[in-house]
Structures are given as structure tokens and as C-alpha cells.
């Protein structure tokens, strides 16, 4: 399908078919395409933790949802998590987030994330993008090193959630001329 | 075309043609399809200035060339850039960000600078995205106010430059399982 009907077809889906697998091919496709996503200076500055252990998906998401909030519970569903870890940027990268006080992984990880989402999207396949987890306990679940930073969790399955109408107001984030 | 041959197609267009204007209904339709990418809560933490006057083409491109250290000079090239300046998230965003230690605005400019790429593509435009320039020096030029960030700036034009080969080593970047 072309872009515009791939991005206005993407959307965030909270509720899975817990009886249907991912494709390990359309799998393995998704991971393919999202890491020929441009990030500063090619550092690439991540590695992406494929969950699909039916055990570990529970405790993944014990760490994404809240009980108490109500919050998240579709995440046990989704028969993989894409869990985007951290790494060190290269050296001009990282000098660059220094003298620009930019953090450029954590714009690189939000790119990557999209070309995760619409790769998928154009397999059939609905995601979610979370951010708000506990980080600590979910690297303890992944075996990562207590240095690194889990920025998000990318659920992934087939969705079993109608398409909504995006609420967006577009232009009204477009500035035209140089009078901001 | 399809996802992944935009996804291999697309890549940091860094010479343009100086006589071919980028035409007023695919600008539109780039920006169009560009705010429909997610961000967190929904909160677009963000605001686009397209610049196309000359005038201030030339101010931008002096902002992101360092003429010493011979950086950037095609940024005069391109006849259009788009500025993405940083806006406050709104109100769960904000919380989520203080909370979680992470700052969901840079992730969200992540993913809507992958949007104008991959909606510039297949529009058979060249972008690149640049994140080092003078900031401070590039706010005055475009009237962006001094509480506010310039995350990036995305150049926009028909490229002249010849496909490349990507330069990825994608699967190593990829822990199948949850032995990091």
C-alpha cells in the first residue's frame, strides 16, 4: 500500500487475537526493513529484544501494565514484544549529544520505532508503542545490564480492534512563514 | 511502493537541484501524512517551520554549514527546510516524562522526522536529517522564542544524488532471546 494509507491506517491497538501467531518470516521482514532506519551519524544506538516466550511475554507485561490503574492489560495478549534497549551512540554521535545537548539515541529510537510500526502495518500486523513501564524490573525479566536504558515496548500481533479516525489537528502544527 | 522499498529506497539525500521547486500540493500532502504519526498521549509536542524563502534558506543553511570544517554545504541546495521545533507535551506526557526519566517529546520527533522522510520518498523527494547546527543563531533567524529547542532540521528537494547501498549490519542488532 503507499505511505498515506499506511500511516493513516496505523494505529495504536490494545486489544490482540491471542489464537494467532506471528509469522516468523513477516516477523523477521519487520526487523529487516525497521533497521534500515536512519539514525545520527549510522550509530544505530539500540538493540531490539524480540520476546515471544510465553512465560517471559507475562512477565513483560506485569511490567507494562498496572492493575491498580487498569492500565495496559491488553499487553499480556500480543504474541511478541519488540523491547527497544539503549546502547552507547558511536564517538562523533555521542560528542554531538554533548556539544548540542541533544540526546540524539532517544530521537534515533523514536525512528526506529515508526519503521518498526509501519513495516509491521503493512504486513497486517497492529502495534502499540509503551513508554511508561518499570524499567527496573522489566531489564531484571530481560536479562539487561543495569547500565542500559529500556526506552520502549512494542507490542505486536494481530489486532482485533476496529479502525478509528485519527484525532488530529494537523496544520495547526505547521508554521508557514518565519513568524512563529 | 511498497514499505520496504521505500524503507531500502529512502536514505540522507545530500545534493539537490537548485532549479526544481519542491511542488506546493506534495509539500502539503508530506506535512498531511507527517502529523498523523503518534507521539505519546497524543501530545504532538511539536511545531514545523517550512522555510522556502530564499532569504532565509541561505540564514538556515548558515546555521547547519560549518565552512571550516567543510560540513553541510548542500544545506543552501535545498529548497526547502523543515525546522522541528520542540513544544511542551501536554499534561500526561509532561508527568510521564518526569516519572519515567525519559524525555517523550525527543522520542516523538523521532518518529515524526521518519514520517516527512518516508511521505518525502514516495513523493519521489530527497530529505536529510540534520541535528547539529547553531541552534541559538537558527531560533533568531526564524523568531523561534529562547524557551524553545530546535530538535532538528530536515532538508526537503529533488536529490541528485544516485542510490546507495545501506550500510546496516541489521541482525546484530537483534536479541532473539532473553539472554542480552
Known amino acids: 500500500m503507499d505511505f498515506e494509507t499506511l500511516a ?13 501467531p506471528v509469522e516468523p518470516e513477516k516477523l523477521d ?8 532506519a ?5 550509530a544505530q ?13 507475562n512477565e513483560v507485561a506485569d511490567c507494562t501494565s498496572a492493575k491498580a490503574l ?10 511478541v514484544h519488540l523491547v527497544i534497549v539503549e546502547e552507547p551512540g ?13 540526546h540524539f539515541p532517544w530521537i534515533d529510537i523514536g525512528i526506529v520505532a515508526s519503521y ?10 497492529g502495534t502499540c508503542i509503551l513508554g511508561w513501564f ?5 531489564k531484571k525479566a530481560l536479562g539487561v545490564p543495569k547500565n542500559r536504558r529500556i526506552l520502549l515496548d512494542i507490542t505486536l500481533g494481530y489486532s482485533t480492534q476496529p479502525l478509528r479516525e485519527k484525532k488530529r489537528k494537523p496544520f495547526e502544527k505547521v508554521v508557514t512563514t518565519n513568524k512563529y
Chains 1, 2 share one sequence.
Open 90 to 102: 558511536n564517538l562523533t554521535s555521542s560528542i554531538g549529544s554533548v556539544i548540542k545537548d541533544k
Open 38 to 42: 536512519p539514525s545520527a551519524c549510522n
Open 70 to 79: 487498569g492500565m495496559n492489560h491488553f499487553t499480556k495478549q500480543a504474541p
Open 45 to 57: 544506538p539500540y538493540k531490539i529484544i524480540v520476546v515471544q516466550d510465553e512465560k517471559l511475554i
Open 8 to 20: 493513516l491506517t496505523r494505529q495504536s491497538d490494545r486489544a490482540y487475537d491471542r489464537t494467532r
Open 134 to 138: 518499570q524499567e527496573e524490573r522489566l
Open 116 to 125: 518498526i510500526c509501519l513495516a509491521a502495518r503493512e504486513e497486517g500486523l
Open 29 to 36: 521482514k519487520i526487523l529487516r526493513i525497521a533497521l534500515t
